[in-house]
């Protein structure tokens, strides 16, 4: 007989792993159907999966965690929510996800993938768009790579790649084959602009945009006006 202990239940049920005294946070995981595996040290949830970590909330259609490589892989529907000492709130969506729970670092990806920014004391939430999202310490620090795409109420930023640092509230973007371009609006106001080099402070609202900069600013006249 396989030492193995199986579990199947079509309730809601909790799970909570323990770790060694250093680590403070336990990692709490619920679901519909849940198998565990002990001599793999594998937890198994479909339905409603989630696990919550501290601050940080996945939630799926299926979940796997990983006791032993305290890793967390998650499917269909994915959902991660964080929230930031400042009261900023992070939300990210995918079809597919890995995460780290030791290591705060994981990957999203499939689904068209979105991080939305929701800054403290700023109205405006920044969605940011990509084929593929790179996490380090949380969200902390994001990679975005591939068909990237930021959309403010005030415009749209486009380009190959984008690193996101929230300990100086920058994202920084950089020409690999296309360089990083800017559509912003503002009433009768337009502007496009292009450079190798772009900088977004989002907590500021403020853009910078560095090397060999070409654009174009508009500014629709009423007809009859001079």
């Given at each position: ?16 792993f ?5 680590q ?34 996945i ?12 890793q ?77 795409k ?10 190959d ?30 502007a ?11 907590d ?23």
């Amino acid at each position: 007989m396989r030492n193995k202990i199986a579990v199947i239940l079509s309730l809601s049920f909790i799970f909570c792993f323990s770790y060694a005294q250093e680590q403070k946070e336990k990692t709490i995981i619920t679901g519909d159907e849940m198998l565990i595996k002990k001599k793999e040290e594998l937890t198994v949830v479909k339905g409603n999966g989630q696990v919550v970590r501290g601050n940080k909330i996945i939630k799926a259609d299926t979940i796997i965690y990983s006791e032993k490589q305290n890793q967390i892989d998650a499917n269909g529907n994915v959902k991660f929510f964080d929230t930031y000492d400042d009261g900023s709130k992070i939300k990210a969506v995918s079809e597919n996800a890995t995460y780290n729970t030791e290591k705060s670092d994981g990957e999203l990806w499939g689904g068209n993938p979105v991080i939305e920014y929701n800054i403290k004391n700023s109205t405006d939430i920044i969605y940011l768009y990509a084929d593929n999202f790179y996490l380090d310490q949380g969200f902390q620090s994001a990679r975005a790579q591939s068909n990237v795409k930021i959309i403010t109420s005030s415009g749209t930023i486009t380009s190959d790649n984008a690193k996101v640092s929230k300990n100086d509230n920058t994202l920084y973007m950089h020409k690999d084959i296309n360089r990083p371009k800017i559509i912003a609006y503002q009433d009768d106001k337009y502007a496009e602009f292009e450079s190798d080099e772009l900088y977004l402070y989002y907590d500021k609202k403020t853009i910078k945009m560095d090397k060999d900069v070409k654009g174009k600013f508009i500014i629709n006249t009423p007809e009859g006006n001079k």
